[in-house]
């Protein structure tokens, strides 16, 4: 009964450097998301899917790209990283708009 | 476009006094309106949701929230605060295709 698992927890990354963020759900959602949080900025979302096979952008898409593997899983990939995306990067998942999300735990990500 | 504006990034409440915390929104139909918790380190957890039914909802922990569409206003309120209340609490919307926009978060402390 994980709910939605996230992969890893903590990273450090150097300027440049590539990484995967994993998101795993066992619910039997269609929509996934990935966001992340800053100080005082709230939550903002980065990319999503609505279903298998589908990604559209989100508000801050820039320097990230995401792939929906199959229904379960959803990742986030950096491809050269930033001091910028310096952040706390959340998945999550949705049933329908009006049932709102659940949430991972989290990755925290620093980039030096 | 939908927006959610959280009027104060922090409050301080003596433990057992009123707790009151204020979201203001902006949407073009009619609303989802959902207010999250997240707690040190963790991820975020659902602590209620307007969905159209009745327009004072309750969630969890003792929480409240009452729709006012004239005031534009999804305020969150509990009668008395708990030390285990201390956390981030993040009003959100859901927009026409599910996806959620979320305030800037206002961080509740409880003091003993």
């Known amino acids: 009964n994980a709910g939605v698992t996230q992969t890893p927890k903590f990273q450090v990354l150097k300027t440049g450097q590539s990484m995967t963020l994993q998101c795993a759900q066992d619910?039997?959602?269609?929509?996934m998301y990935w966001y992340r949080q800053d100080p005082g900025m709230g939550l903002r979302l980065i990319y999503y899917?609505?279903?298998?096979?589908?990604?559209d952008k989100g508000e801050v898409p820039n320097g990230y790209n995401v792939s929906r593997l199959n229904k379960r899983e959803f990742s986030l990939r950096l491809e050269s990283a930033a001091p910028s995306q310096t952040s706390v990067y959340f998945c999550?998942?949705?049933?329908?708009?009006?049932?709102?999300?659940?949430f991972g735990s989290g990755t925290r990500l620093t980039v030096v | 476009a939908q927006s959610v504006t959280q009027l104060g990034s922090h409050v301080s409440v003596s433990e057992g006094a009123l707790v009151l915390l204020r979201c203001n929104y902006s949407s073009s139909v009619p609303p989802y309106l959902f207010w999250y918790v997240q707690y040190p380190n963790q991820g975020l957890q659902l602590l209620l949701k307007?969905?159209?039914?009745?327009?004072l909802v309750k969630g969890i922990n003792g929480f409240e929230a009452e729709f006012k569409k004239s005031e534009t206003s999804f305020h969150l309120t509990t009668p008395s605060a708990h030390m285990s209340d201390a956390a981030e609490y993040f009003c959100?919307?859901?927009?026409?295709?599910?996806?959620?926009?979320f305030g800037q978060g206002t961080e509740l402390s409880v003091k003993p």
């Open positions: 999550a998942t949705s049933r329908a708009a009006n049932y709102g999300y659940t």
């Open positions: 307007y969905t159209s039914a009745a327009t």
């Open positions: 959100a919307v859901s927009d026409s295709g599910g996806k959620l926009i």
């Open positions: 899917s609505a279903s298998e096979g589908t990604t």
């Open positions: 619910m039997n959602h269609n929509s």
